[in-house]
């Protein structure tokens, strides 16, 4: 009988250590998922993280995942060899079990915010992404993958996401991270049922999934009507453990399921608890299934 692994997505803020220590404390965290991108900056990481990594790295439970690389970015820029020389030197610093990274893109200025943009499905466009995760592939000592993301701009990016990241992920042999909350953001923006937008993804793929709340954004647009947000900022929702459970039965490959909470997004006892107790329950569906 397979154990799949409560991961926690670790952030640096004080506010996630005040929450989170409780569960550390009692061994309920089975791995820790590792931004490592975040950590490139010119600050020194506080010694508590450096701490956990150094932990959960030692016991081969520490699982990687890129932000910033913009595996979907027409350019070779200067920032992304930058970024490959950096992901070199961390995978000598700390052991992997795997590394990822989101679907899309990143390198459009600011106007974006820091949301991975999506690419339409095109022979180039797979060629191009194809070529960038080989670039990982070679670096890495271990599997690689991709995330789904939640944004689309249209119908066409729900129906084009998942033969997208499956021709991307045959030619490495890579492996999918299933976002459950990204996908509930698009079957709430487009009306769509998760088995209608789970029929064209790679689920045999799927090594890692992920857990989080999020948020409603008032829409300046002549549609009228609010966007769910991949905000990782708030509850996870009810529907979003219903779909945990039902999804992880035609995911037999998965090996750990990750929750994600901003830590600035922690401000007080009640939000502290509110974490434990979603993480608990997502652990909780996981010893059932």
């Known amino acids: 009988m397979r154990k799949i692994r409560a991961g926690l997505s670790l952030m640096l803020e004080d506010e996630f250590l005040q929450a989170s220590l409780p569960l550390f404390e009692d061994g309920a965290v089975d791995a820790l998922e590792w931004s490592f991108d975040v950590g490139w900056g010119a600050a020194p990481l506080p010694a508590w993280a450096e701490a956990l990594l150094h ?19 027409g350019e070779w820029t200067g920032r992304t060899q930058w970024w490959i020389e950096q992901l070199q030197a961390e995978l000598k610093k700390r052991r992997y079990l ?25 022979a180039q466009t797979i060629r191009l992404g194809r070529e960038r995760l080989r670039v990982l592939a070679d670096i890495a000592d271990c599997p690689v993958g991709l995330e ?14 998942g033969v997208f990241l499956s021709e991307l992920l045959e030619s490495v042999d890579g492996f999918l991270v299933l976002d459950l909350h990204n996908l509930y953001c698009q079957m709430m923006n487009f009306g769509c049922t998760a088995a209608e937008i789970l029929s064209t993804y790679p689920l045999a793929r799927v ?83």
């Open 55 to 73: 932990e959960y790295s030692g016991a081969g439970a520490l699982v990687g995942h890129g932000v910033t690389f913009s595996p979907l970015s």
């Open 98 to 122: 795997h590394i990822s990274e989101h679907f899309g893109f990143m390198e459009a200025g600011d106007f974006h915010k820091c949301a991975p943009l999506p690419v339409p499905l095109t």
């Open 207 to 289: 090594r890692e999934m992920h857990i989080s709340g999020g948020s409603w954004m008032e829409a300046n647009s002549a549609r009228g009507t609010p966007i769910r947000r991949d905000t990782h900022d708030e509850d996870v929702p009810e529907a979003v453990f219903t779909l945990l459970a039902e999804v992880l039965p035609q995911c037999p490959a998965t090996e750990v399921v990750v929750f994600e909470r901003l830590g600035h997004s922690l401000a007080d006892p009640a939000t502290h608890e509110g974490m434990r107790n979603d993480f608990l329950r997502m652990k909780s569906i996981l010893s059932a299934s």
């Open 148 to 161: 789904n993301l939640a944004l689309a701009l249209g119908m066409r990016d729900v129906r084009d996401q």
